[in-house]
């Protein structure tokens, strides 16, 4: 029974300092009470504090966008993430599309120019896709843990200290408000006719003022007590700074370390790409890049045109010249193209063939001619010589 009058005391108690509060609250949005300022430094605190939240927030969710552009993917994380479960490991893009190109480039058949390149690109690929994973969970684990422990952590500690501030500081300025109301009647009260009446009345205001001046006291002394705590966690933003710049110098030597890893990978399958034929000629208004030919190569006054790599462009106009005249010009096959029917002829890379120009045939084709054999051959696979 006792400890029941204890709880609906404590409950009667609790409710009476809530609806103080909230009256306090609406007074001074009505501007029909004070309100205690907190001093500059403290503000400037929160101030601080509320920015570094807002920001890393920021931060976190973007960085979480760069790393896994797929939102549901991202979801994915998230939830197991709460489930304290591992994600399943799924394969990702590059990883993706370095097995498509194995596989199409095994279909094509290894021995073939196209086939070995996309078996050598898919392999790249699949690198980049490893530097990948790498790079996400270094980052995760050095710089998108610190940011989340801070919003989830410190600053929750501080939002509720904060809140903690404030109901003191309506506190305090509910007690200022009592007192400063107790003070009047008492004043009111000695100011009428000293009727034994009037008398006790000045002695209930004079106890009420009493009374008051103890409860402001204690409020004033709570008050002061929890914005020092709170001046203490605030105070602790500058050393989350601090940390956060490691951990951001950490996110950059991920990324250093991925892309230098990218552009070796690149760099070694340029290298094994180099013995494959590269030209591409240009058709039907198309712009492809070739490398620098040497002067033999080149025919005599044909334009050529760099581009921003250092590469030439070679000009269609020689092409174009071969089409509208009758005569046959020499050609080095660029790679090995197999003869779709009968009508066409098969060629190997880096072979020389006889091409000419037949009326009425379709602009990206030439007639071919190797010793007895002829037929038609693609005009990209092709490099004129003189």
């Not at 790249?124 to 994973?133: E, L, P």
């Not at 951990?247 to 760099?267: I, K, P, R, S």
């Amino acid at each position: 029974m006792n400890i029941m009058d204890f709880n609906v005391k404590k409950l009667a108690a609790d409710a009476g300092t809530f609806l103080s509060r909230a009256v306090q609250f609406t007074e001074e949005k009505l501007g029909q009470a004070e309100k205690t300022e907190l001093d500059a430094h403290l503000e400037n605190l929160l101030s601080k504090a509320e920015c570094t939240k807002t920001w890393t927030e920021k931060i976190l969710k973007q960085t979480e966008v760069l790393l896994q552009p797929n939102p549901n993917a991202r979801i994915e994380e998230f939830v197991y993430e709460k489930l304290d479960r591992k994600a399943p490991s799924r394969i990702n893009n590059p990883e993706l599309l370095g097995q498509y190109m194995i596989d199409a480039g095994t279909e094509f058949g290894p021995g073939t120019a196209y086939g070995n390149a996309l078996i050598k690109c898919g392999e790249t690929q699949k690198r980049i896709g490893t530097a990948d994973r790498e790079l996400i969970q270094t980052s995760a684990l050095n710089f998108l843990t610190p940011l989340r422990n801070f919003i989830e952590g410190d600053y929750k500690t501080i939002a509720k200290e904060r809140k903690l501030l404030q109901n003191k500081r309506l506190d305090l300025d509910a007690a200022k408000t009592r007192l400063k109301k107790a003070k009047a009647a008492e004043t009111r009260a000695s100011q009428l006719n000293s009727t034994r009446l009037e008398g006790d009345n000045i002695m209930i205001w004079a106890e009420e003022v009493t009374k008051s001046e103890q409860e402001l006291r204690i409020t004033q002394s709570e008050f002061d007590r929890q914005a020092e705590i709170t001046r203490l966690l605030l105070e602790g933003i500058s050393s989350t700074h601090a940390h956060h710049l490691r951990c951001l110098n950490d996110f950059v030597e991920a990324q250093m370390t991925y892309y230098a890893q990218c552009y070796q990978y690149m760099l070694d399958l340029q290298k094994q790409l180099g013995s494959f034929p590269s030209n591409y000629h240009c058709n039907n208004n198309q712009t492809s890049v070739a490398p620098v030919p040497s002067a033999s190569s080149n025919v005599a006054g044909s334009p050529a045109l760099t581009s921003t790599s250092g590469l030439v462009m070679t000009s269609p106009s020689n092409l174009i010249d071969l089409k509208e005249c009758s005569g046959s010009r020499k050609a080095r096959v660029l790679y090995d193209y197999d003869a779709a029917n009968s009508s066409e002829l098969s060629l190997l890379a880096d072979e020389v063939i006889t091409v000419f120009s037949v009326v009425g045939m379709d602009s990206d084709w030439l007639m071919g001619e190797r010793g007895t054999q002829k037929g038609r051959v693609p005009i990209t696979y092709l490099e004129l010589l003189n």
